[in-house]
């Protein structure tokens, strides 16, 4: 059965967060989906990058790219986003995406049910939420982590509605941090 986890993101930002769950997946050689929902944050570009660079740093996808590029002085996570106009069966550049160990994607509609790099993990995160769990996604991953800020009531709200429609037919885990950013399961 599919295990699906629960981060409640209180005392440390979600790029702090999510890069240290993604090496951890790395670790277990499990590739990764990362499936983010609305905006996040805004990234100003530098004045001497391009526009286009810009427009997608300011963009929720831009914005963890970003982060995992630069999450540790010494390390960075490598990882490719995914582009669902390359994903047809018929285009070649679809094969680089099973070789991703870290896929971003971002839309509501962006993958249709598909798993492009064989992933055994996937992060919903920045408004993203599971949808159609009991026959479309569990069966495709070991595990499914919904992470939520904490901050923003309605976000919280909404947590709790996905919470009390997985935990019905899923093995659900609620993990919260402590004021000093560690994670203690509270259910």
Not at 45 to 70: M, V
Request: glycine share 6%; net charge negative.
């Amino acid at each position: 059965m599919t295990e699906v986890f629960f981060y409640h993101l209180e005392h440390r930002p979600l790029e702090q967060v999510l890069p240290v769950l993604l090496e951890k997946s790395l670790e277990r050689g499990w590739n990764s989906l990362v499936h983010v929902g609305k905006d996040i944050s805004i990234i100003e570009g530098e004045e001497n990058e391009p526009s286009n660079s810009r427009k997608q740093q300011n963009s929720p996808i831009g914005f963890l790219d970003k982060a995992l590029w630069a999450f540790r002085d010494d390390s960075f996570l490598p990882h490719c986003i995914y582009d669902p106009k390359k994903s047809s069966s018929e285009n070649p550049e679809r094969e680089e995406y099973e070789k991703q160990s870290i896929l971003l994607c971002a839309g509501e509609k962006t993958l249709k049910g598909e798993n492009p790099n064989n992933a055994q993990i996937k992060f919903y995160v920045a408004g993203a939420v599971p949808t159609g769990l009991e026959n479309m996604e569990a069966g495709q991953y070991k595990r499914l982590v919904f992470m939520f800020d904490g901050h923003d009531p309605d976000v919280v709200v909404e947590a709790r509605q996905v919470w009390k429609n997985l935990s019905k037919t899923h093995q659900a885990t609620y993990w919260q941090q402590d004021e000093s950013g560690n994670w203690m399961k509270k259910a």
